[in-house]
């Protein structure tokens, strides 16, 4: 589909593609903001776990913070990271501003990573819904759905509409929520 062939009922259309470790994902909206991050558990080989945490401090709200760092053994410290740093690519993926966006501005809250929600200086964004998954062994993959007025002035460019009514923003926020379909490479290119 070419851009200028969008239609009507997808004003928005945009993509988030991400990728590590085995996996490769891609997530599409035709209405809200969309932004997907994949990360692979890892265990640094330089540095000690402790350390490696450390270095990511300050990509993190305190409340997040002592949630890492307290959560218990290594392999726990980590999981958190990678689990909180995904939902914060998932969402600046999504408003379009990459990792210059001051991060420990965000603060992710959740229930054993249900009913996420995510405070922007310490203002909740009721207009965001956040997934969190764990697609393979060790692969966690976020997913966050959003109003078109956060994007970045260079990405409202690209979309055809980022003022709606509360009723039209409600109809493509609340759109049915779409499963993972899994496609080996072999099953996506042709013979």
């Known amino acids: 589909m070419h851009f200028d062939e969008v239609r009507p009922e997808f004003p928005n259309f945009n ?23 994949v990360v692979s558990f890892q265990i640094p080989v330089k540095e000690t776990t402790r350390q490696f945490v450390n270095s990511f401090s300050s990509y993190f709200s305190s409340k997040e913070w002592n949630k890492i760092i307290y959560a ?12 909180y740093w995904s939902l914060k690519e998932a969402f ?18 959740h ?22 998954f764990e697609l393979k062994r060790r692969h966690y993959v976020s997913i966050a759905r959003g109003s078109p007025h956060m ?8 979309l055809k509409q980022t003022d709606f009514t ?16 899994w496609r080996t490479v072999e099953q996506l290119i042709p013979n």
């Open 72 to 83: 218990g053994t290594c392999d726990d410290m980590l999981q958190g990271l990678y689990r």
């Open 151 to 158: 994007a970045t002035e260079n990405f409202k460019r690209t």
């Open 111 to 132: 229930i054993n990573l249900t009913r996420i929600s995510v405070k922007l200086q310490s203002e909740e964004l009721r207009h965001w819904k956040f997934w969190h």
């Open 166 to 181: 509360e009723d039209e923003y409600g109809l493509g926020f609340n759109l049915p929520n779409a499963s993972f379909i």
């Open 15 to 37: 993509f988030s593609v991400s990728h590590h470790g085995d996996l490769v994902a891609i997530a599409s909206e035709p209405f809200c903001l969309v932004g997907l991050d």
């Open 92 to 109: 600046v993926k999504a408003i379009g501003s990459g990792l210059r966006y001051k991060l420990d501005a965000l603060e992710f809250n």
